[in-house]
Each structure stands twice: as C-alpha cells, then as structure tokens.
C-alpha cells in the first residue's frame, strides 16, 4: 500500500529555517516526481517545488517564484525520502505542507497534479 509520511513542520520565527520530510512506502520515490504543495487558511493548494526524471539519471528540479533562493528540494533515494529545506521563512510562508507524488518521470511545479498525497504538516512562521 502506498504512503507518504510527512513531517518536520513546526513553529518558527521569521527568517527561521525548517526541514521537512517525506517518506514514501509502496512506490520507489526515484522513479516518479514528487513535490511539495501548501495550503494556507482560506486558500487553494499551491505548489512549492517538486523534483523530477528528465531522463535516464538527469534530475530536474522546479520552484515555484515564492521558493525560489529561499527553499530547496533534495531525495535520499538510499532511505526513500524527499525533502524541502526551508530557510529565510516568511509569515506568508504559514500553512499545512503536504507531498504528492504524481506516477510519471517528469513534470513541472506548475503542471504536476499528484496521484497520491501525504497527510501534511503544519509549518507556523510567527514571531
């Protein structure tokens, strides 16, 4: 059975960092795109950034503007995990994170429409 298994999210300052992580049983993240989506009160769900195949071993990674120079996406393949380390955070920036991972190799941040979800974490950016 397949899941995603979020965590990480907390309270922190403005300006603060976080990293948060996704675990995936079931599937083989390396083999299919995956991403990092928020929803703040009141809003739609948003894509943050997400981390795809282009090809046979060429990595593609795409931010949405909010999260670009601020957060960065990475995987572990060796322990199934992908991550959204999150640095100058902004209150803006406050809402649930989920992981999605959509079943394709290669998509973009804006294209990407997940397959599967994780349960989300909150991340609280207040002083």
């Known amino acids: 059975q397949l899941q995603l298994v979020e965590s990480g999210g907390g309270l922190v300052e403005p300006g603060g960092s976080l990293r948060l992580s996704c675990t995936a049983s079931g599937i083989t993240l390396d083999r299919y795109a995956i991403g990092w989506f928020r929803q703040a009160p009141g809003k739609e769900r948003e894509g943050v950034a997400c981390i795809s195949m282009s090809g046979v071993n060429v990595e593609n990674i795409d931010y949405a503007d909010s999260a670009k120079g601020r957060f960065a996406i990475s995987r572990d393949n060796t322990k199934n995990t992908v991550y959204l380390q999150m640095s100058s955070l902004k209150p803006d920036d406050t809402g649930v994170y989920y992981c999605?991972?959509?079943?394709?190799?290669?998509?973009?941040?804006?294209?990407?429409?997940?397959?599967?979800w994780g349960q989300g974490t909150q991340v609280t950016v207040s002083s």
């Open positions: 999605g991972v959509e079943l394709r190799a290669w998509t973009t941040i804006r294209a990407m429409t997940p397959d599967h």
